[in-house]
């Protein structure tokens, strides 16, 4: 009886431990972040958007850098320098009032309503195309800069400098940008 009583008292403990209500248990747990595929060495980015331009006189063009695909120095008649850059951006690049209120900020300039936006935007061509020019003059900088939209692309062709750099060369920088071609 004795391996009966054993065998009975086992079950028991057995069916008691085994009674008790399953509880679920809830974890959060982070993903980690999925690192992003490295391109191939073999396959080289896409080559940057062709272009040509008159450089005009006076104008020294200097290695384009990061998202430029044009660079120039330029110094005004009285020696005072100024700079000018041509940035694509894929897609829209932002409306012209945010780009232009943008600019008016880093010159120190308070920003625009739309309504005076289209009072300020003169019109100029860029490769025989519309496109719009704007100008940001604080005390210590001015801004020339060009808005151009061309195949899902936005262009923009700016000159940043001193007010007695950048002032000079406003009729060069039209020429310029009006003789870029695609």
């Not at 004795?2 to 008790?20: D, N, P």
């Not at 850059?85 to 625009?112: E, F, M, Y």
Request: aromatic share 8%; glycine share 10%.
């Amino acid at each position: 009886m004795g391996k009966r009583v054993w065998t009975i008292m086992s079950a028991a403990v057995l069916l008691a431990a085994g009674c008790g209500r399953e509880e679920i248990r809830v974890y959060r747990v982070p993903k980690e972040p999925q690192p992003m595929p490295e391109m191939p060495a073999e396959h080289p980015p896409p080559p940057a958007p062709r272009l040509t331009w008159r450089t005009p006189a006076g104008w020294e063009e200097v290695p384009a850098a990061g998202m430029r695909v044009a660079s120039f120095r330029v110094t005004g008649p009285d020696g005072q320098p100024a700079e000018v850059s041509v940035i694509p951006l894929a897609g829209g690049g932002g409306d012209d009032l945010s780009n232009v209120n943008r600019w008016r900020s880093q010159v120190g300039l308070p920003a625009i309503t739309a309504e005076e936006l289209q009072q300020q935007a003169q019109p100029v061509t860029v490769a025989g195309q519309p496109a719009a020019l704007y100008e940001a003059a604080g005390e210590a900088t001015q801004i020339l800069a060009v808005i151009y939209r061309r195949e899902g692309t936005t262009w923009f062709f700016k000159m940043t400098g001193s007010p007695a750099g950048v002032a000079p060369q406003k009729t060069a920088f039209i020429e310029f940008v009006r003789g870029v071609r695609f």
